[in-house]
């Protein structure tokens, strides 16, 4: 644990991500809030004067007095969790990296090969990367990402079981909940009495299929070595306000019977760095043996919103297996998510 608190800003502070993680950083041991950034409509003012505030109760009141600084103009900070969109992250993002660590969660940098994609529970060693990183681009911050919303919990229940028995194969199809969508999210027209079988004209299901085998690759010669799996996406968004659902079928280079999996799922925990993490969930993976589990309403907030909840192990009359599995996606598929790998950071001594 830090001696004194770490000085941290929120770029893009505003949106339904960035109120996210003012909300979990209320009180939050290791870190505390420095700087605000915003769009040009929102700089120079109070954050309580112009957020318009989605999530239940208000912004603490010291955030809300705060005047929104403009996202080009690095702050004095140690870290930097970004909620910002992809297109303004493309620019931002390595400025701030020049001098501050930045923990992004727009899908922007995710696949650049010298940025880790982290989950902390998954694939911490792929810090590695950071003395590369720094070497080659003459940083001295460095930038880190969080996988997709979706790809997050389907990527915890597949690492037990990839480190057990080998994951072959994949078909994922997705429910996704609205609010992945931001603020004001999808019409009504459009989603309610509907699902709606596209997201991000396809950029979704193309997320889903190239992320894991990043996630799941192993760190050579300051490169990842993506895992060889193959993975077909196809995913929909359904009217729920949070938490998406993701259905798998498995192929295996060892067959596990469902109990076998069921174990692994089960056993399954941190590495020893990760466990005393602020945010890091007792359980990263809850299996749950109830035949309607899980559910959206009823398991989102398992691990306050950081564990993945897998049900429905059995098995698959095209492939091996095949089960349920559902992550919060605003807390741990974004904000908790990036606040995690800053935690991540200050544990493992890049960050001070």
Same mark, same amino acid.
């Given at each position: 644990?830090?001696?004194?608190?770490?000085?941290?800003?929120?770029?893009?502070?505003?949106?339904?991500?960035?109120?996210?993680?003012?909300?979990?950083?209320?009180?939050?041991?290791?870190?505390? !809030?420095?700087?605000?950034?915003?769009?040009?409509?929102?700089?120079?003012?109070?954050?309580?004067?112009?957020?318009?505030?989605?999530?239940?109760?208000?912004?603490?009141?010291?955030?809300?007095?705060?005047?929104?600084?403009?996202?080009?103009?690095?702050?004095?900070?140690?870290?930097?969790?970004?909620?910002?969109?992809?297109?303004?992250?493309?620019?931002?993002?390595?400025?701030?990296?020049? #001098?501050?660590?930045?923990?992004?969660?727009?899908?922007?940098?995710?696949?650049?090969?010298?940025?880790?994609?982290? *989950?902390?529970?998954?694939?911490?060693?792929?810090?590695?990367?950071?003395?590369?990183?720094?070497?080659?681009?003459?940083?001295?911050?460095?930038? *880190?990402?969080?996988?997709?919303?979706?790809?997050?919990?389907?990527?915890?229940?597949?690492?037990?079981?990839?480190?057990?028995?080998?994951?072959?194969?994949?078909?994922?199809?997705?429910?996704?909940?609205?609010?992945?969508?931001?603020?004001?999210?999808?019409?009504?027209?459009?989603?309610?009495?509907?699902?709606?079988?596209?997201?991000?004209?396809?950029?979704?299901?193309?997320?889903?299929?190239?992320?894991?085998?990043?996630?799941?690759?192993?760190?050579?010669?300051?490169?990842?070595?993506?895992?060889?799996?193959? !993975?077909?996406?196809?995913?929909?968004?359904?009217?729920? *306000?949070?938490?998406?659902?993701?259905?798998?079928?498995?192929?295996?280079?060892?067959?596990?019977?469902?109990?076998?999996? *069921?174990?692994?799922?089960?056993?399954?925990?941190?590495?020893?760095?990760?466990?005393?993490?602020?945010?890091?969930?007792?359980?990263?993976?809850?299996? #749950?043996?109830?035949?309607?589990?899980?559910?959206? #309403?009823?398991?989102?907030?398992?691990?306050?919103?950081?564990?993945?909840?897998?049900?429905?192990? #059995?098995?698959?009359?095209?492939?091996?297996?095949?089960? =349920? =599995?559902?992550?919060?996606?605003? !807390?741990?598929?974004?904000?908790?998510?990036?606040?995690?790998?800053?935690?991540?950071?200050?544990?493992?001594? !890049?960050?001070?």
């Amino acid at each position: 644990m830090p001696s004194k608190k770490i000085p941290i800003a929120i770029l893009g502070a505003t949106g339904a991500v960035g109120q996210r993680m003012i909300q979990l950083l209320a009180d939050h041991p290791w870190f505390e !809030i420095a700087a605000l950034t915003g769009s040009d409509r929102t700089v120079g003012r109070p954050y309580g004067e112009l957020v318009r505030w989605v999530l239940d109760d208000a912004p603490p009141p010291e955030i809300a007095r705060m005047i929104v600084q403009p996202s080009e103009q690095v702050a004095d900070v140690a870290l930097a969790l970004s909620a910002l969109p992809t297109d303004a992250a493309v620019a931002i993002e390595p400025l701030w990296a020049e #001098r501050v660590a930045v923990c992004s969660n727009a899908s922007t940098y995710r696949m650049t090969p010298d940025v880790p994609l982290i *989950i902390p529970e998954v694939n911490p060693g792929h810090l590695a990367l950071l003395d590369h990183q720094r070497a080659e681009r003459g940083w001295k911050g460095c930038l *880190i990402t969080n996988p997709n919303c979706s790809t997050i919990g389907i990527v915890m229940a597949l690492k037990p079981l990839h480190d057990a028995f080998g994951v072959a194969t994949v078909h994922a199809a997705t429910l996704q909940a609205i609010s992945g969508a931001g603020y004001p999210g999808v019409a009504s027209l459009d989603i309610l009495d509907n699902i709606v079988p596209n997201i991000a004209n396809g950029g979704e299901e193309a997320k889903i299929e190239t992320e894991p085998l990043k996630l799941l690759g192993e760190v050579s010669e300051s490169r990842v070595r993506e895992a060889q799996i193959g !993975i077909s996406a196809q995913v929909t968004r359904v009217p729920v *306000i949070d938490g998406h659902t993701a259905l798998l079928s498995i192929g295996f280079a060892r067959k596990p019977t469902p109990e076998e999996a *069921i174990a692994a799922l089960a056993d399954f925990a941190a590495p020893p760095e990760v466990r005393g993490l602020p945010s890091a969930p007792a359980r990263p993976v809850i299996v #749950r043996a109830e035949a309607d589990r899980p559910q959206p #309403r009823r398991d989102r907030d398992a691990g306050k919103g950081m564990s993945a909840s897998v049900g429905r192990v #059995r098995p698959c009359n095209l492939l091996d297996l095949r089960m =349920v =599995v559902l992550s919060h996606n605003t !807390i741990r598929g974004a904000a908790g998510g990036a606040l995690l790998n800053a935690e991540l950071l200050a544990s493992s001594g !890049i960050v001070s």
